[in-house]
Nanobody, 121 residues
Framework: VQLQASGGGLVQAGGSLRLSCAAS????????IAWYRQAPGKERELVAG???????NYVDSVKGRFTISRDNAKNTVYLQMNSLKPEDTAAYYC????????????????WGQGTLVTVSS
C-alpha cells in the first residue's frame, strides 16, 4: 500500500477529527499530497493540498476550519478538521500529485483507500 488514510469516524457538529495519510517514501518525497472527499451521490472534490515545501491550499468551504500539514520525517500528511459540519460528511481520500505554475493541483494515480467521516447534526 503506497498511501494509507486513517482517522475517520463519527463526530457531532462542531467537533474535530484529525486524518492521517501515511505514504511510502518514494511517493511522499518531492510530491504534493492532497485530500479529496466524496459524499454520496456527489463528485469527488479537492479539499486541501500541501506542496513538498509545505505551502498549503484549501477549498473555500473549509478555509479557517481545516489545516493540512506534513511531517517529512514520518512521511505523513495530516488534515486537522475543526468546527465540523454535517456537509463535511464524506469519504476522505489522500492522493499524491503536483501543483503547476498557475497553482492548479494535478493528481498522480496514487490514492489511499479512503476513510469515512460522518458528522451528525
Amino acid at each position: 500500500v503506497q498511501l494509507q488514510a486513517s482517522g475517520g469516524g463519527l463526530v457531532q457538529a462542531g467537533g474535530s477529527l484529525r486524518l492521517s495519510c501515511a505514504a511510502s517514501g518514494s511517493i511522499f518525497s518531492g510530491n504534493a499530497i492532497a485530500w479529496y472527499r466524496q459524499a454520496p451521490g456527489k463528485e469527488r472534490e479537492l479539499v486541501a493540498g500541501i506542496t513538498s515545501g509545505g505551502s498549503a491550499n484549501y477549498v473555500d468551504s473549509v478555509k479557517g476550519r481545516f489545516t493540512i500539514s506534513r511531517d517529512n520525517a514520518k512521511n505523513t500528511v495530516y488534515l486537522q478538521m475543526n468546527s465540523l459540519k454535517p456537509e463535511d460528511t464524506a469519504a476522505y481520500y489522500c492522493n499524491a500529485g503536483f501543483y503547476d505554475s498557475r497553482g492548479s493541483y494535478h493528481s498522480y494515480d496514487y490514492w489511499g483507500q479512503g476513510t469515512l467521516v460522518t458528522v451528525s447534526s
